[in-house]
């Protein structure tokens, strides 16, 4: 089949998340970076499927020299049914300086003048369909929580 061209992907909005978070823990200067942990507290998830986020996750951070922070967050879900779902999110949050130490202080800042997406995966032994996609997020950071909507990529 030479000549054929691949199919082009499209996004479709699947579900949106929102996660409350604990109080940033600063672990200074590893061997990895500068590394920052997040706990996730709880919060929800609307959409493809509706359930509620568990605490005990966290987002392991590292904040790269130029002040972009390389998103890792883990986390699990529960969806309605009670099945357990596990969402990893890896991604950027990049800015300007004065822009990004606001967001560190909580403040108000207008998503649009800063970079924050992720690659969302997801397991879950009772929805399989949604590990046979990968799914992209828009995301926007508030004082105490994340938000975002996740794209399946088509």
Known sequence: MTGVQPPVPA????????VELGPLEDHGRTRAGHRRVVPILGGTIRGAFDG???????????????????????????????SLVYLHAVGVRS????????????EDVDPRSY?????VTIESSS??????SLYVA?????????RYVAYRVT
Do not use: K
């Open 115 to 119: 970079y924050f997406r992720t690659a």
């Open 52 to 82: 509620t986020i568990l605490p005990g996750g966290a987002d392991w951070q590292l904040v790269r020299d130029d002040g972009s922070i390389e998103i890792d967050g883990r986390y699990t879900g529960r969806s309605a049914d009670g």
């Open 138 to 146: 828009s995301c926007i950071r508030d004082a105490n929580r994340v």
């Open 95 to 106: 800015g300007s300086p004065d822009v990004l130490e606001a967001l560190l202080r909580g």
């Open 11 to 18: 996004l479709e909005p699947a579900f949106q998340v929102e």
């Open 127 to 132: 929805r399989p369909e949604f590990e046979r």
